[in-house]
């Protein structure tokens, strides 16, 4: 016979079960804090401890947001809505492929509806360059891999060797800048050929709390 759960556990789990079946991937700690009225992360940290213990979840130490919702024959609980394995980029090397197979660290299971078609790929964000846009050091980006993208669009960019997200901007002069959303950093100058530096488009922030 299963072990009992409390009323707030059994709200976790159907937390946790939910976004993962609707959504592709789990909550953060956040998320499931906001939904069952825990205001501490470690009170959150906590639930989850007696929960994996219990064997109802499982969890990647290395994978901050990787929780797995174990259900009957000890599997785990897979998403009812298509999902696509989107490659998470570590170093990209200038003028190679950025799919590289030796470039990707692992591959994030994510909703379709959430980022859509074409070649897709990750990167982690480094820096603080973006924050008055919301993006913070450690977040995910899911980008859409393409050469160009449209004025004031959020975009990655190699430039000089490494990979920056930035807001991409076109002068009436036509010369091209990407823009922080910092204003503790200048805007970096691109040359004629910047079409070539872009790696393709923002589609979706990602971050792990």
């Given at each position: 016979?299963?072990?009992e759960l409390t009323s707030r556990q059994q709200a976790i789990l159907d937390t946790i079960r939910r976004a993962v079946q609707e959504r592709g991937y789990p909550p953060s700690v956040?998320?499931?804090g906001d939904a069952v009225?825990?205001?501490s992360p470690s009170s959150v940290h906590a639930q989850m401890n007696t929960l994996e213990e219990m064997g109802?979840?499982?969890r990647n130490p290395a994978r901050p947001r990787a929780i797995e919702v174990m259900v009957d024959g000890g599997d785990p609980l897979e998403p009812t809505s298509p999902t696509r394995h989107v490659p998470l980029v570590g170093e990209i090397a200038a003028g190679g492929p950025i799919l590289a197979e030796e470039q990707i660290t692992e591959h994030l299971?994510?909703?379709e509806s959430m980022v859509g078609q074409g070649t897709i790929f990750a990167l982690t964000v480094r820096g603080e360059s973006m924050i008055e846009a919301g993006v913070l050091p450690g977040d995910v980006v899911v980008i859409r891999q393409q050469p160009t993208v449209e004025q004031g669009e959020m975009c990655a960019a190699l430039i000089d060797g490494e990979a920056t997200v930035k807001f991409f901007r076109r002068t009436k002069s036509?010369?091209?800048f990407l823009d922080p959303a910092n204003e503790r950093y200048e805007p970096i100058p691109v040359p004629r050929d910047a079409d070539s530096a872009i790696m393709g488009r923002v589609v979706t922030v990602m971050r792990s709390l």
């Open positions: 016979m299963p072990p956040r998320e499931i009225g825990l205001k109802f979840i499982r299971a994510l909703p036509g010369e091209v």
